[in-house]
């Protein structure tokens, strides 16, 4: 079998009703090598998928160009807007980008201050890429994102600092049980804030509805209960990604700052564990995020009555975001 099927107009390359199928695809989404596509490229790319849906393709372009042509243009242009992502705050950007705030999150012996700067810093970074890849399909104003934005740094800096005073003030930890404690501080901080990040930046869609589309990519209708599972299953990927990023490094610097070289090299210690989280981010990201397709389906019979009469299709699709 060909490594690259017959070619497909807004179609994923892998199948995506497997959990496999959805992390190759993935797997394409975050890959970091968009971010040094050019403006000349990706217009290349968008003019070679154009010229594919008028039937104008030039001869000997091959499946393997048009869906690497599709690949740049999902990871730079928004599906629903059709503009360009900032690149920070892209998917392909989010372990580039993402990766030295989770570090400067897990740097042993917090202040309270540096404690609340890299929060504010982690939720700022997550509630940019939150708003950046949401469902579009419905125009939001900025003041709900600056509301979203301030209920969720809000959320995470407090729940961040209450657990360090909590442990601070447990007197009965030995140093070294409150220095291993302190380091696990974190997850339980990014990932109920995650919660609360994404229902704060994207809780216009339960007002406003989504988009949902027929089999042929058709809007029959915008709906809230289709809202509300997409924001669900977005949720459910927030709580699980920082669970390898957050608990992994903690727990391998604890044994790898115990052998003679790190012990010897104490400058050593900030690379290491700044290869262990970004090798920890690497294999979350694309775990985390393929738990639900991006364009996930939903029976009409769940949805309001107005959509069941509005379409023949028994199955209908909308944009989860990511």
């Given at each position: 079998?060909?490594?690259?099927?017959?070619?497909?107009?807004?179609?994923?390359?892998?199948?995506q009703h497997t959990f496999f199928g959805r992390f190759r695809h993935f797997l394409d989404v975050i890959d970091p090598s968009t971010l040094f596509?050019?403006?000349?490229?990706?217009?290349?790319?968008?003019?070679?998928?154009?010229?594919?849906?008028?039937?104008?393709?030039?001869?000997?372009?091959?499946?393997?160009?048009?869906?690497?042509?599709?690949?740049?243009?999902?990871?730079?242009?928004?599906?629903?807007?059709?503009?360009?992502i900032l690149m920070p705050f892209r998917m392909s950007g989010f372990i580039p980008f993402g990766t030295p705030v989770v570090i400067g999150l897990?740097?042993?012996?917090?202040?309270?201050?540096?404690?609340?700067?890299?929060?504010?810093?982690?939720?700022?970074?997550?509630?940019?890429?939150?708003?950046?890849?949401?469902?579009?399909?419905?125009?939001?104003?900025?003041?709900?994102?600056?509301?979203?934005?301030?209920?969720?740094?809000?959320?995470?800096?407090?729940?961040?600092?209450?657990?360090?005073?909590?442990?601070?003030?447990?007197?009965?930890?030995?140093?070294?049980?409150?220095?291993?404690?302190?380091?696990?501080?974190?997850?339980?901080?990014?990932?109920?804030?995650?919660?609360?990040?994404?229902?704060?930046?994207?809780?216009?869609?339960?007002?406003?509805?989504?988009?949902?589309?027929?089999?042929?990519?058709?809007?029959?209708?915008?709906?809230?209960?289709?809202?509300?599972?997409?924001?669900?299953?977005?949720?459910?990927?927030?709580?699980?990604?920082?669970?390898?990023?957050?608990?992994?490094?903690?727990?391998?610097?604890?044994?790898?700052?115990?052998?003679?070289?790190?012990?010897?090299?104490?400058?050593?210690?900030?690379?290491?564990?700044?290869l262990v989280v970004l090798s920890a981010f690497s294999l979350a990201l694309p775990l985390a995020i393929s738990l639900f397709p991006q364009m996930?389906?939903?029976?009409?019979?769940?949805?309001?009555?107005?959509?069941?009469?509005?379409?023949?299709?028994?199955?209908?699709?909308?944009?989860?975001?990511?």
């Amino acid at each position: 079998m060909s490594e690259y099927p017959t070619f497909q107009y807004g179609q994923p390359r892998f199948n995506q009703h497997t959990f496999f199928g959805r992390f190759r695809h993935f797997l394409d989404v975050i890959d970091p090598s968009t971010l040094f596509v050019t403006e000349k490229q990706l217009q290349e790319c968008v003019e070679m998928l154009d010229s594919f849906k008028r039937g104008t393709l030039p001869p000997g372009v091959t499946d393997a160009q048009l869906w690497q042509a599709q690949k740049i243009k999902q990871a730079i242009i928004h599906p629903d807007t059709g503009e360009k992502i900032l690149m920070p705050f892209r998917m392909s950007g989010f372990i580039p980008f993402g990766t030295p705030v989770v570090i400067g999150l897990l740097l042993p012996n917090q202040t309270l201050m540096s404690t609340i700067f890299w929060q504010w810093l982690n939720q700022s970074h997550n509630a940019c890429v939150n708003y950046c890849n949401r469902n579009a399909s419905k125009p939001a104003p900025v003041s709900k994102f600056l509301q979203g934005y301030a209920g969720a740094v809000s959320s995470a800096v407090s729940i961040a600092v209450g657990l360090n005073v909590l442990i601070q003030r447990a007197g009965r930890f030995s140093p070294t049980t409150r220095l291993l404690v302190q380091r696990f501080i974190p997850f339980p901080a990014v990932a109920s804030a995650n919660v609360c990040n994404v229902v704060l930046m994207r809780h216009s869609e339960l007002s406003e509805g989504i988009s949902v589309l027929d089999d042929k990519g058709k809007v029959v209708g915008t709906s809230k209960v289709a809202a509300r599972h997409a924001l669900l299953e977005t949720a459910l990927t927030r709580v699980v990604l920082p669970m390898p990023i957050l608990v992994l490094p903690p727990l391998i610097m604890t044994v790898l700052e115990k052998l003679p070289l790190l012990q010897k090299h104490r400058r050593l210690v900030l690379p290491v564990h700044s290869l262990v989280v970004l090798s920890a981010f690497s294999l979350a990201l694309p775990l985390a995020i393929s738990l639900f397709p991006q364009m996930s389906q939903i029976s009409v019979n769940q949805l309001e009555p107005e959509i069941a009469m509005a379409t023949d299709c028994q199955i209908v699709t909308y944009n989860k975001g990511l």
